[in-house]
């Protein structure tokens, strides 16, 4: 052990520093306690002041590049004056700098005389003995100890190197343990949230929350400001779809352009790691003026780039480590492998819904609407041979309404035969389709009405979401309702609550309700997918008798804020 050889070392010297050994030996035990890195740093620093009798110390990390400092732990700085400070020091000039390049003991009576000394900025203490030390873990330098202001006025003596010394040996062990604590208590998390991202993509729930618990988990384990999931746009560039931070509303739906020189690399297949995100020319925006370390890492797997994960950390935040880099980078390609499998999953559902429909085609077309015609065919042929007035009004009536059903029943297989890549662009033309669609299981065609001029001013991401919250609202009316009638009406004429121009979708069954202590699930989905356009989603009274049923409301601005 270094540490106990540098101990042995002592014996022979005067009897003041011999004396002075169960003092090291107790800071020894300090320093060795616990696990956590920066508990760690802490405790070395108040430790290292106590054994040199000093009224400050601090810890300098130096970078992976070895050319600045990544952290700088303190002790007999307060947390106000460290405010008035301001930053910490980079280590890029002045005697710390100089300790960096040459990392050796260095004991001065007057540091601001020495000519490496770069000053002290505004409101930091006055400091003159000094005394510096070289913790080094595994051989290599992980930083330095500065120890100032020796208790009483004095000067740093021999004795007080000698210790700090043994003590910084001692630290190198302690923090090379802390180090590889920490480094396997981050794996472990980043493993864990690879598990919760392939659980929630694969468990066939909506995709856009999957993509919500990307963003969320990689948030927290990057500790960043926000999560940010972005997938390829059909314009081009790429969408941001997913973002977990403090007010995900206000960027859902921006579009990065493909001439980004980011976007570029993303989408092929590079990572991009950026220091200041607010600063730097290929990431210069509204959006990344708040923000400075940053992570953009495609999400890629089997050579195909599906999107991209962004985590950035607020202005002055602390750097990505070389590690947290390549957890990250590894936590990316296991969520575009989940992506993937559960892209494969959805298309085979998908396929599986397809083929039935075409059966259930097939069969009205074949079976039902044949069946329809031959009874409408004999009823004619019984309305001609009847003498009763009463009757053959009631024949021909019979026959109408027969022929009004077999043209519902036609419109139904058109829209259980047009597939997905078939879809009009307009949004009223949509929302029939989903009506139509929503009629063959239902058994019934539920009603409609439009106000305004939805397909002109209604946005597209909007339009997108409305037709989605559409979809939702009636497949709960299918599944919980056992409703009877449902009526559904899209005004894009209202104004929200906010003073905007909105769109409002409502959609009113006669059902059971909704039951006190019901699943809600859908309707937490609703008003998510509202509330990420800056809009809103509730849910009132229905239809039926003293308002039985339910009314689902969901509203949105015609654009969504940027």
């Given at each position: 052990?270094a540490?106990a050889?540098?101990?042995?070392?002592l014996?022979?010297?005067?009897?003041?520093?011999?004396a002075?050994?169960?003092?090291?030996?107790?800071?020894?035990?300090s320093?060795?306690?616990?696990?956590e890195?920066?508990?760690t740093?802490?405790?070395?620093?108040e430790?290292a002041?106590?054994l040199?009798?000093?009224?400050y110390a601090?810890?300098?990390?130096?970078d992976?590049?070895?050319?600045?400092?990544?952290d700088?732990?303190?002790?007999?700085?307060?947390?106000?004056?460290?405010?008035?400070?301001?930053?910490?020091?980079?280590?890029?000039r002045?005697?710390?700098?100089?300790?960096?390049?040459?990392?050796?003991?260095?004991r001065?009576?007057?540091l601001?005389k020495?000519?490496?000394?770069?000053?002290f900025?505004?409101?930091h203490?006055?400091?003159?003995?000094?005394?510096?030390?070289?913790?080094?873990?595994?051989g290599?330098?992980?930083?330095?100890?500065?120890?100032?202001?020796?208790?009483?006025?004095?000067?740093?003596?021999?004795?007080d190197?000698?210790?700090?010394?043994?003590?910084?040996?001692?630290?190198?062990?302690?923090?090379?343990?802390?180090?590889?604590?920490?480094?396997?208590?981050q794996?472990e998390?980043?493993?864990?949230?690879?598990?919760?991202?392939?659980?929630?993509?694969?468990?066939?729930?909506?995709?856009?929350?999957?993509?919500?618990?990307?963003?969320?988990?990689a948030?927290?384990?990057?500790?960043?400001?926000?999560?940010?999931?972005?997938?390829p746009?059909?314009?081009?560039?790429?969408?941001?779809?997913?973002?977990?931070?403090?007010?995900p509303?206000t960027?859902?739906?921006?579009?990065?352009?493909?001439?980004?020189?980011?976007?570029?690399?993303?989408l092929?297949?590079e990572p991009?790691?950026?220091?200041?995100?607010?600063?730097?020319?290929?990431?210069?925006?509204?959006?990344?003026?708040?923000?400075?370390?940053?992570?953009?890492?495609?999400l890629?797997?089997?050579?195909?780039?599906?999107?991209?994960?962004?985590?950035?950390?607020?202005?002055?935040?602390?750097?990505?480590?070389?590690?947290?880099?390549?957890l990250?980078?590894?936590f990316?390609?296991?969520?575009?492998?989940?992506?993937m499998?559960?892209?494969?999953?959805?298309?085979?559902?998908?396929?599986?819904?397809?083929?039935?429909r075409?059966?259930?085609?097939?069969?009205?077309?074949?079976?039902?609407?044949?069946?329809?015609?031959?009874?409408?065919?004999?009823?004619?042929?019984a309305?001609?041979?009847?003498?009763?007035?009463?009757?053959?009004?009631?024949?021909?009536?019979?026959?109408?309404?027969?022929?009004?059903?077999?043209?519902?029943?036609?419109t139904?297989?058109?829209?259980?035969?047009?597939?997905?890549?078939?879809?009009?662009?307009?949004?009223?033309t949509?929302?029939?389709?989903e009506?139509n669609?929503?009629?063959?299981?239902?058994?019934?065609?539920?009603?409609?009405r439009?106000l305004?001029?939805?397909d002109?001013?209604?946005?597209?991401?909007?339009?997108?979401?409305?037709?989605?919250a559409?979809?939702?609202?009636?497949s709960?009316a299918?599944?919980?309702?056992?409703?009877?009638?449902?009526?559904?009406?899209?005004?894009?004429?209202?104004?929200?609550?906010?003073?905007?121009?909105?769109?409002?979708?409502?959609?009113?069954?006669?059902?059971v309700?909704?039951?006190?202590?019901?699943?809600?699930?859908?309707?937490r989905?609703?008003?998510?997918?509202?509330?990420?356009?800056?809009g809103?989603?509730?849910?009132?009274?229905?239809?039926?008798?003293?308002?039985?049923?339910?009314?689902?409301?969901?509203?949105?601005?015609?654009?969504?804020?940027?």
């Amino acid at each position: 052990m270094a540490a106990a050889q540098a101990t042995r070392s002592l014996h022979g010297l005067s009897t003041e520093l011999t004396a002075r050994v169960p003092q090291l030996l107790e800071a020894m035990r300090s320093v060795g306690t616990g696990l956590e890195l920066h508990s760690t740093l802490d405790r070395i620093c108040e430790t290292a002041a106590e054994l040199a009798d000093a009224r400050y110390a601090a810890i300098g990390v130096v970078d992976t590049e070895g050319r600045g400092l990544s952290d700088f732990v303190t002790h007999g700085i307060g947390s106000a004056q460290a405010r008035k400070i301001g930053h910490r020091p980079d280590g890029e000039r002045g005697l710390i700098g100089a300790l960096i390049s040459h990392p050796d003991t260095v004991r001065l009576a007057d540091l601001t005389k020495d000519p490496r000394s770069a000053g002290f900025p505004p409101h930091h203490p006055p400091m003159k003995t000094f005394l510096g030390v070289p913790i080094r873990v595994q051989g290599e330098i992980f930083g330095n100890l500065y120890l100032a202001e020796k208790n009483g006025g004095g000067e740093f003596n021999d004795y007080d190197v000698h210790m700090v010394r043994v003590l910084a040996t001692e630290a190198g062990i302690a923090i090379g343990n802390a180090r590889l604590y920490e480094a396997a208590t981050q794996r472990e998390r980043w493993i864990d949230g690879s598990v919760a991202v392939t659980t929630a993509l694969l468990s066939g729930g909506d995709a856009d929350d999957a993509l919500a618990v990307v963003a969320e988990q990689a948030r927290r384990l990057a500790d960043s400001a926000a999560g940010i999931v972005m997938l390829p746009a059909e314009e081009g560039g790429m969408e941001i779809v997913a973002v977990s931070s403090e007010n995900p509303a206000t960027s859902i739906g921006v579009v990065i352009p493909a001439e980004s020189p980011v976007v570029d690399r993303l989408l092929e297949g590079e990572p991009v790691f950026v220091d200041d995100a607010a600063s730097d020319p290929r990431t210069t925006s509204e959006l990344t003026s708040r923000y400075g370390p940053c992570m953009l890492l495609p999400l890629q797997s089997g050579g195909r780039v599906l999107g991209a994960l962004v985590t950035p950390r607020a202005r002055g935040g602390r750097p990505f480590t070389e590690a947290e880099r390549t957890l990250a980078t590894q936590f990316a390609s296991q969520a575009a492998l989940a992506l993937m499998m559960a892209e494969a999953q959805r298309d085979r559902e998908r396929l599986a819904v397809f083929e039935d429909r075409d059966r259930i085609a097939r069969d009205l077309h074949d079976l039902v609407i044949q069946r329809l015609f031959a009874t409408g065919l004999m009823l004619e042929g019984a309305q001609r041979r009847s003498i009763v007035p009463e009757v053959r009004d009631g024949v021909g009536k019979a026959v109408d309404e027969l022929d009004v059903t077999i043209q519902e029943i036609r419109t139904a297989i058109f829209a259980l035969q047009q597939g997905p890549a078939e879809a009009p662009s307009g949004l009223r033309t949509r929302v029939l389709r989903e009506i139509n669609m929503a009629a063959v299981p239902l058994g019934f065609k539920p009603a409609h009405r439009f106000l305004g001029p939805v397909d002109t001013v209604v946005g597209e991401l909007v339009g997108k979401n409305l037709i989605a919250a559409l979809r939702e609202a009636l497949s709960n009316a299918f599944r919980h309702a056992e409703a009877t009638r449902i009526e559904v009406v899209v005004d894009s004429t209202i104004t929200l609550a906010d003073g905007r121009p909105g769109v409002r979708l409502e959609v009113a069954d006669d059902g059971v309700g909704i039951p006190e202590g019901g699943r809600r699930s859908g309707l937490r989905n609703l008003r998510r997918r509202a509330e990420s356009l800056g809009g809103a989603s509730s849910y009132g009274p229905g239809l039926g008798e003293d308002g039985g049923g339910t009314t689902v409301v969901w509203e949105a601005p015609l654009q969504p804020a940027v």
